[in-house]
Structure formats: structure tokens, C-alpha cells
């Protein structure tokens, strides 16, 4: 015989509406909200939201790996023109005592208009080089050969572009004088300024030349 204490409890248990076939100790409604959290899954609104959001980190990720790459390209292509100049210069210095055929100088030339720029020997021909005195852009240009294949009409990087203040930066030895020309022009000036972009104009570096010689960049 069940004690009158433990009547009321029974009795509570199963007016919760306890289901005695579906296990003890666990009323019918506790179990059956239990089982409908375990099943229960995204909502439409819940999914739509997570996807937006992904949607919004890739498009995000993607632009600035963009950027990353113009940037990158950029850093490459400046570097790539300066060490250029210092190449020319680095071999003016190593010319000495002249001959018929060989380079009186070396120098770079900046074509803005096809966007290509190279290392040139300035080779005159004769027993003898010119003077300083008689260097011009025009007797430069006039004489200008081919350095190396790997030097000559070297293109920019996809996406960037370079403008420049002067056609030629042309280095005499044995010192070696700067001689900065602008374009078509014989007299020479005092610095030289290249602008190398990204094709968008978003990002820029410059590169100057001094007529002492100093490359910055």
C-alpha cells in the first residue's frame, strides 16, 4: 500500500501528462520538447544571414588581395627601373681607355609613350670618344646600341604604368658625370622624376636622379 505521502506526488507526476510507456523518470512533455531541440535545425532567416555574411567576408578578401598584388607589383617594378639606372652607372664606371667600338658611357632610356625602358651603350664609333663638352642628347640618342636583350624595351608588369619628367639619364665616365636630358632636348637638368603607378592610379612611387648621380626610390 502506497504511504499517503507519496500519493500527491504520484498523482502530480502523471496529471504533467507523464508517459510510463516511454520510459521513467521523464514526463511526456519534458520528452517531447527534448526530442524537438534535438532535431531541430536552421531557420530559413537564420541561413539567409550566415550566407550574406560569407558572401560579404569573401567579397571583402578578395579585394584586398588585389590590392596586396598591385602593390606587390608596383614595389617590383620600381625596384626593377632603379636598379636599371645603377646597373648603367655601375658599368660607366668600369669604363676606362676607350677604344674604336667600345661603349664612351652608358645610360637608361625612358620611352613613356610605348612604356618600355632600357640600358643603352653610348657607342660613337671612332678611335676616340667625344668630350663631355660635346655630349647631347641628341649625340647620345643618335649612337645608343643595344646593352644586353634582357635590358632593352623592358616592359612594365601587368597593371602598372610609369611616367617620367626626362627621356634619358645617361652617364659619362669615368667619374661618371649625370647628364639627365628631357625629351628632344639638348640641354640637360638637374633631376629626373619617375612616377611608377598602378594602372588605376590608386597607388604610386617615385624614383629621382640627381645630377650628382644619387638614385632615390
Not at 628632344?184 to 645630377?211: C, E, F, H, R, W
Request: proline share 4%; charged share 15%; hydrophobic share 35%.
Amino acid at each position: 500500500m502506497v504511504p499517503a505521502s507519496y500519493r500527491g506526488i504520484i498523482s502530480a507526476f502523471f496529471a504533467r501528462g507523464s508517459d510510463p510507456s516511454r520510459g521513467r523518470g521523464m514526463c511526456y512533455n519534458d520528452k517531447k520538447m527534448a526530442k524537438k531541440r534535438g532535431n531541430g535545425g536552421f531557420t530559413l532567416i537564420e541561413m539567409l544571414i550566415v550566407v550574406s555574411i560569407s558572401a560579404m567576408l569573401a567579397t571583402i578578401a578578395i579585394g584586398y588581395s588585389g590590392i596586396e598584388r598591385d602593390q606587390t607589383a608596383l614595389s617590383v617594378e620600381k625596384t626593377k627601373i632603379a636598379e636599371l639606372i645603377l646597373q648603367a652607372r655601375a658599368l660607366a664606371l668600369a669604363t676606362y681607355n676607350n677604344t674604336s667600338g667600345t661603349a664612351c658611357g652608358y645610360g637608361v632610356s625612358l620611352d613613356t609613350t610605348n612604356e618600355t625602358y632600357s640600358i643603352f651603350a653610348y657607342v660613337p664609333g671612332g678611335n676616340t670618344c667625344p668630350s663631355e663638352a660635346s655630349t647631347t642628347y641628341g649625340s647620345v640618342s643618335s649612337a645608343e646600341q643595344k646593352s644586353t636583350e634582357e635590358t632593352w624595351d623592358v616592359h612594365p608588369q601587368n597593371n602598372v604604368t610609369f611616367t617620367s619628367d626626362a627621356a634619358m639619364i645617361f652617364f659619362f665616365p669615368p667619374n661618371p658625370d649625370t647628364f639627365i636630358f628631357k625629351s628632344s632636348d639638348d640641354s640637360a637638368t638637374d633631376q629626373a622624376l619617375i612616377v611608377v603607378k598602378t594602372a588605376d592610379s590608386v597607388a604610386s612611387s617615385t624614383i629621382s636622379v640627381n645630377s650628382a648621380g644619387q638614385v632615390n626610390f
